[in-house]
């Protein structure tokens, strides 16, 4: 017992080691990313080049309840991914049924080139995908903002004072982002953790057998599970490589992997994204439920639409 013991925490302790360079390789360029975006969005709000912005894209949002600026944190996320888009929302001031709005929008549409182009290499139309992804965000919100109440409670809002001098500014924008880096190298730090102790006990196959069932639900083939269960937990993005090899090695045919991907791009890295949305004070139970039913809808609605072979 006690040896068993030994070599358990001798695995758990090698996981936490391996994960440190992965991770702050991770981190790193996330925050090459996210820092200079921050800037730019943070400078362009203080000149005014920013609420020049909003006034012309604002008729758009308006049907989505948000401010004309909240467009440019939805860009970010769609274009650079979702941590770009989180820095540029906590430099806007919303109300929480805003930032939950927001927040669902960029979880929807969140890194399109990548990720589309993973579906892409998965069996997927790189357009299609992205066309979706857009249309699916923009009518989530849409209903939000028609049938999601007020919500009690504060986001995580970095921003300075509208009246504030450059200094103040710049000096609110150098603390905000010392925690933003923080708060990202502990996100991606015990994401890395997860993940090789994941791989170390070899849990990830067992946990698929497991989900099969939930395969029937989702409308999908159930001999995808291992493929579901590694954009859920990886997302398509950290997951690709490991969704490649199944189809390389016959695990998924390139048919299988097409059906899964139209549940993935609305429901995929669920541990990451809640981690990051919750952090800013967005409701998990609102995040996760909310997406689910967006890839139930997607899935069977093409399902009923345009009939497949059945599993």
């Given amino acids: 017992m006690a040896r068993i013991i030994g070599r358990g925490l001798t695995t758990f302790f090698d996981c936490l080691q391996k994960a440190i360079p992965i991770a702050w390789a991770s981190t790193s360029w996330l925050l090459k990313l996210m820092i200079p975006i921050s800037l730019a969005v943070t400078l362009m709000k203080h000149s005014g080049l920013l609420a020049w912005i909003a ?45 939950t709005i ?9 890194a399109l080139p990548m990720e589309c182009a993973v579906n892409q290499k998965t069996g997927s139309s790189f357009w299609k995908m992205g066309i ?14 028609q049938f999601l109440p007020e919500i009690a409670g504060s986001y995580l809002y970095l921003g300075a004072e509208a009246n504030s001098t450059l200094t103040e500014v710049m ?38 057998h497991l989900l099969s069932p939930l395969m029937k639900f989702f409308g999908l083939p159930q001999q995808a599970s291992y493929m579901w269960l590694v954009g859920n937990v990886l997302g398509i993005s950290y997951g690709s490589a490991v969704m490649l090899e199944l189809e390389e090695k016959g695990i998924v045919t390139r048919e299988e992997a097409n059906d899964v991907n139209y549940h993935l791009i609305m429901n995929h890295s669920m541990l990451e994204d809640t981690i990051v949305f ?10 996760i439920s909310i997406r689910v039913a967006f890839a139930l809808l997607l899935v069977w609605g093409r399902k009923i ?3 497949i072979r059945r599993y």
């Fill in 55 to 99: 006034e012309c894209i604002n008729p758009l949002f308006i049907y989505f309840g948000l401010p004309g600026e909240s467009a440019v944190a939805f860009i970010s996320g769609a274009t650079a991914g979702t941590y770009a888009g989180v820095a540029v929302m906590m430099s806007i001031p919303l109300t929480m049924k805003q930032a």
């Fill in 102 to 110: 927001l927040s669902l929008m960029i979880a929807l549409c969140h």
């Fill in 132 to 145: 979706l992804r857009l249309m699916m965000a923009c009518l989530c919100a849409l209903l939000l903002n």
């Fill in 171 to 208: 000096t609110t924008w150098a603390v905000s982002q010392v925690k933003m880096s923080f708060m990202v190298a502990l996100i991606i730090y015990v994401l890395m953790v997860i993940q090789r102790m994941l791989e170390a006990y070899r849990l990830l196959k067992p946990l698929s």
């Fill in 278 to 287: 919750a952090a800013t004070g967005i409701s998990v139970l609102l995040l």
């Fill in 305 to 307: 639409l345009c009939p």
